[in-house]
């Protein structure tokens, strides 16, 4: 039953990447991909060139964005400088990066066209790295220790780097019960795949309130 479910979600996922890539991004090949997935996230293969993308979907909620990380080069070499690369903290680039990528015109390297961006105040720009240096992540009451800011103006701050376009508006995820974090984690824990009457037995719950609180995560966009 789950092979099943697996093979079609595999199949799913490989007329979903070729519908955003028709041709390979690299190889400009249509035979299409093959899909394995590793810890619940799907990697494809292009069939002609052997290139590795691995998925990476950003945010929680209603509102994601895929970006998608190279992780095993073309067999001519011709990606390998693109392996493990991506917009500044983030991992991999955008369907529109791989889009617009012309190995055979040699931009190799070439960083990916982005709109201008207004420039940046000293303060800001020190705001910014410091998030860079962080993973990507800001907390508040320590980023102001650090940088000796008030916590009101580093909020300004970040305010006006979102609104500048450099970092991104924090996508609103609906707000979880003990319960539904409970069942996300374990689901987490389990590799994203979830196996009701076990769960049920291994969280001590009845199997119509773990299926009906599977419905609510289902409904709030924490899991497929
Ligand atoms: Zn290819």
Redesign the pocket.
């Known amino acids: 039953m789950w092979g099943e479910r697996k093979q079609k979600a595999l199949e799913w996922w490989a007329s979903d990447f070729k519908r955003t890539f028709p041709t390979?991004p690299?190889?400009?090949?249509d035979l299409g991909y093959d899909v394995a997935t590793k810890f619940a996230t799907p990697h494809f293969k292009?069939r002609?060139?052997m290139?590795v993308w691995k998925l990476i979907v950003e945010g929680l909620g209603w509102k994601t964005q895929r970006r998608y990380l190279l992780v095993e080069p073309?067999k001519d070499l011709r990606a390998s400088s693109l392996v493990k690369k991506g917009d500044r903290w983030h991992e991999g680039y955008k369907e529109e990066f791989w889009k617009s990528l012309d190995l055979g015109g040699m931009k190799m390297g070439a960083e990916p066209a982005a709109p201008p961006r207004p420039p940046l105040t000293d303060l800001e720009e020190e705001v910014l790295d410091y998030i860079d240096k962080h993973g990507g992540e800001i907390s508040i009451p320590e980023a102001g220790e650090e940088l000796g800011l008030m916590d009101d103006r580093l909020k300004a701050i970040i305010d006006k780097l979102r609104e500048k376009g450099y970092i991104e508006k924090p996508t609103p995820s609906p707000a979880l019960t003990d319960l539904e974090k409970e069942v996300l984690d374990y689901i987490d824990r389990h590799g994203g795949e979830i196996s009701v009457p076990q769960a049920s037995e291994e969280l001590g719950l009845r199997e119509a309130r773990l299926k009906a609180t599977i419905d609510k995560l289902k409904e709030k966009g924490y899991i497929e």
Not at 26 to 29: A, E, L, Q, R, Y
């Open positions: 390979c690299i190889c400009g090949s292009c002609s060139c290139t073309d």
